[in-house]
């Protein structure tokens, strides 16, 4: 591979209800075995029943991209060898990796819950995120206390 190699990213097509590509990248994360049509109706299930709930807001996608800004990390940390000795070193997110990172967790974070289904799981996910409550808001804040605890290594990065 030549060293200057710059790798493309792979472009999704919107999603078929709202026409977002961020909706879609969701779907795309949720699918399980390639069928995509199921994830599709899990997610607009769990959506409407997430905008159900929130009296405040009617409009579903403003929900849903509310709830993910409200998991995007903004700072991360990164382990560097310096010297025989490793240090966590905090560093900026790029947009595209908190995008990535928070759609990870809501969806990780939505399917550990049991004993119901998906969808009613995704919504919840989504009322805790949209609220600043829930696991992938604690996921969100930890890695941030993690880089504040060792902003001292900032100057390594």
């Not at 025989?84 to 809501?106: C, D, F, H, T």
């Amino acid at each position: 591979m030549p060293r200057n190699y710059k790798s493309t990213s792979v472009h999704v097509r919107p999603d078929p209800k709202f026409g977002s590509i961020l909706i879609s990248k969701f779907i795309n994360r949720m699918m399980l075995d390639g069928k995509k049509t199921t994830a599709q109706r899990i997610f607009y299930e769990g959506l409407s029943m997430a905008a159900k709930k929130i009296t405040d807001c009617d409009d579903e996608f403003e929900i849903f991209s509310k709830a993910l800004e409200n998991v995007r990390p903004t700072v991360e940390v990164r382990s560097k060898r310096v010297g025989g000795a490793n240090y966590q070193v905090p560093r900026e997110v790029k947009r595209q990796r908190q995008q990535s990172l928070a759609i990870r967790w809501m969806v990780e974070n939505s399917r550990k819950k049991k004993g119901k289904p998906m969808a009613e799981r995704l919504a919840e996910e989504l009322l805790d995120a949209y609220n600043g409550t829930g696991t992938s808001v604690q996921w969100k804040e930890n890695i941030h206390k993690m880089a504040d605890a060792n902003r001292a290594y900032a100057h390594f990065a």
